[in-house]
């Protein structure tokens, strides 16, 4: 026959580990209270609850207050965090007005950077009319020049002529025939005009233009003059071949110049000096140099061909 078990004691609820702790605590209390029981003052011993949970007092204590430093830690390394939360957030809303501002900046470099490139437009094409607008006027001073040549391409210019204080053209024309008789030479009836071309008016000479009837005759003079100062290199031409006895001054006999082949002429004479050439001369309005006697004639048209030559290397 059976039996039913016995009625066990009713379990004790499950307790925390600060209830046990407390339980064993007020156990030892009351072992001790036994007046049959003494124990001397010794260091701290485990409780019979803390033997049975294997902790002692001082370690539990020693993990609560490490729990509150670790709170207190993290506390403060959460205040601290919310403080560069706050920096970083300053930081991204000062990074993001620079931002606006660059991007500010950025959109007028490109407005100045358009405007520059419509500018250096601008200029090059500027550039490129005045070039064209240079060469035109160039090519229009040529012409003219051209025009000019025709014009006194068979006068002759007397420099260095004494002024008289009273003087006529019949005086000119005396002077003339004065210095056509000492070249052997008879010019009256192929003088066309004669006149006076005064440069400095505080000078006390001046030149004489002759006009020929034709560039042949204007030749024929010219000739007649170099003749007679090759033979009289001591006793050259001078206004006492003109007739003038109060004064003697050298002249000189050349075809008359345009302004601008003048200084040509003295520009080509100071290349024929400074880079040793042996010729420098004027036949029929142009201007000719030669290197030396064997060398080819070179026709000097303009200062930008000079430029030119003095670049070239000496050979």
């Not at 039996?3 to 407390?22: C, F, G, Y």
């Not at 012409?143 to 002759?156: G, H, Q, S, Y």
Request: proline share 3%; hydrophobic share 30%; aromatic share 6%.
């Amino acid at each position: 026959m059976l039996r039913s078990p016995p009625i066990a004691k009713a379990m004790n609820q499950s307790r925390s580990e600060t209830d046990l702790i407390k339980l064993c605590e007020d156990e030892q209390s009351h072992d001790l209270s036994s007046p049959h029981i003494t124990q001397r003052a010794k260091k701290r011993a485990f409780s019979p609850c803390a033997k049975k949970l294997g902790k002692s007092v001082e370690e539990i204590d020693y993990r609560t207050e490490l729990r509150d430093m670790m709170n207190q830690f993290i506390a403060s390394q959460n205040a601290r965090l919310e403080t560069l939360e706050a920096h970083i957030l300053e930081l991204k809303q000062h990074c993001t007005k620079i931002e606006t501002s660059n991007n500010g900046m950025a959109s007028s470099l490109n407005g100045l950077s358009d405007q520059i490139t419509s500018l250096e437009s601008k200029i090059t094409g500027l550039d490129r009319q005045r070039a064209e607008m240079c060469s035109h006027l160039s090519a229009l001073d040529e012409k003219i020049d051209t025009l000019e040549r025709n014009m006194i391409k068979t006068c002759v210019e007397i420099r260095n002529v004494p002024l008289r204080q009273t003087e006529t053209k019949q005086d000119l024309y005396g002077s003339v025939a004065v210095l056509s008789n000492c070249l052997g030479i008879d010019t009256k009836s192929d003088i066309r005009d004669i006149s006076r071309y005064r440069i400095d008016k505080k000078s006390n000479s001046s030149a004489l233009i002759l006009e020929f009837s034709n560039t042949l005759i204007k030749s024929k003079f010219l000739d007649s003059v170099k003749s007679y100062n090759k033979k009289n290199p001591n006793q050259k031409l001078d206004s006492t071949n003109l007739g003038f006895t109060t004064k003697v001054n050298p002249i000189f006999v050349a075809e008359q110049l345009t302004a601008q082949s003048r200084k040509l002429f003295y520009l080509a004479r100071n290349f024929t000096r400074d880079h040793k050439y042996d010729y420098c001369w004027i036949s029929n309005g142009r201007i000719l140099m030669k290197k030396s006697r064997e060398s080819p004639y070179i026709v000097i048209r303009s200062e930008a061909q000079l430029r030119q030559m003095s670049e070239l290397p000496v050979a």
